[in-house]
């Protein structure tokens, strides 16, 4: 009984007693362990553990809260570096892609220094929707009176040949691929010299040219480019319309069969230009784009004797 009614000023007492002495202890200049009472010596020693846990803890906590501030400021650091990473690239693609543009069209202005036909750029704005189109539509740089309704005045490019020009509306011109049934363009091998008529095969899953009237006697083999000879009213001579793909030489007939890729990728196509004049047609030369008319021997009219 008596110990419960003096144990709380027992608690009071020891409550003040211990700071005390820890603050006597902190201030006593004496560090030396020799120097001190006996009371210190105990208070030292209870003390010691606590104040290492407390200085261990204290550290610890000190070196949590700089590192999660430190991890705040670098997760900022690296969303800031991302968002102009991003910037960055998305400007490095835009400058290809304008690097991209200026070789293309110093590319067609060195064509069109070369040629000396007159020419008209233009922009493809329009395609068909199916996968291996056969008419794209095109709007001119500067209006021309000689692109008519019809007038299948020769689309070209830098890579060659892309077809004629079709219906004309205001400064939309449609143009009707090279690979399109019903176009063709008179051509030569340019390692052999041997001659064709290349007409486009109109298959709707791929992009193909047949070469009619080729000799059976031609050299022709896989990988040949041909190229346009100038005959005709249409293409001046040297241009790129397609590269040979397959060679069969029949056992019978005047003809082989032989398959040609178009050296266009009609699917990048982005700017073409327009031949709105070329030299004169030589007399007696068929229109390209027409069959020609085979002779008696079954020969076209230049190769019949």
């Not at 009472?37 to 208070?43: A, N």
């Given at each position: 009984m008596n110990l419960k009614r003096y144990r709380d000023a027992i608690v009071v007492l020891l409550a003040l007693a211990v700071p005390f002495w820890f603050l006597r202890y902190n201030l006593n200049p004496k560090?030396?362990?020799?120097?001190?009472?006996?009371?210190?010596?105990?208070?030292?020693?209870?003390?010691?553990?606590?104040?290492f846990a407390a200085a261990t803890a204290a550290h610890g906590l000190?070196?949590?809260?700089?590192?999660?501030?430190?991890?705040?400021?670098?997760?900022?650091?690296?969303?800031?570096?991302?968002?102009?990473?991003?910037?960055?690239?998305?400007?490095?693609?835009?400058?290809?892609?304008?690097?991209?543009?200026?070789?293309?069209?110093?590319?067609?202005?060195?064509?069109?220094?070369?040629?000396?036909?007159d020419l008209v750029s233009a922009q493809v704005i329009a395609k068909d929707t199916v996968e291996f189109f056969r008419v794209a539509q095109v709007t001119l740089d500067k209006p021309s009176d000689a692109i008519r309704?019809?007038?299948?005045?020769?689309?070209?490019?830098?890579?060659?040949?892309?077809?004629?020009?079709?219906?004309?509306?205001?400064?939309?011109?449609?143009?009707?691929?090279?690979v399109d049934a019903g176009s063709g363009v008179d051509v030569v091998d340019e390692r052999t010299g041997a001659r064709g008529f290349a007409r486009g095969t109109g298959d709707e899953t791929k992009y193909q040219c047949k070469i009619e009237f080729v000799s059976r006697t031609d050299s022709v083999e896989v990988g040949d480019l041909l190229v346009t000879s100038g005959h005709g009213r249409r293409f001046p001579p040297g241009l790129p319309v397609a590269r040979v793909i397959s060679v069969e030489k029949k056992s019978f007939g005047l003809y082989q069969s032989v398959v040609a890729a178009p050296t266009v990728d009609m699917s990048r196509l982005q700017e073409v230009l327009i031949v709105v004049s070329s030299p004169a047609n030589p007399a007696g030369e068929p229109e390209e784009g027409e069959k020609p008319a085979a002779g008696k021997d079954g020969k076209p009219p230049e190769e019949a004797p």
């Open positions: 560090r030396d362990p020799r120097g001190l009472s006996g009371p210190d010596r105990v208070v030292m020693k209870l003390i010691a553990p606590i104040q000190s070196t949590w809260v700089s590192d999660y501030f430190y991890l705040v400021d670098v997760k900022k650091n690296n969303a800031d570096l991302a968002a102009e990473t991003s910037r960055l690239r998305a400007r490095v693609s835009k400058l290809e892609g304008l690097e991209a543009e200026n070789r293309r069209l110093r590319g067609l202005l060195q064509l069109k220094n070369h040629l000396t036909a309704n019809n007038a299948k005045l020769p689309v070209i490019t830098l890579d060659g040949v892309v077809g004629t020009t079709g219906k004309v509306a205001g400064d939309t011109v449609e143009v009707q691929l090279v």
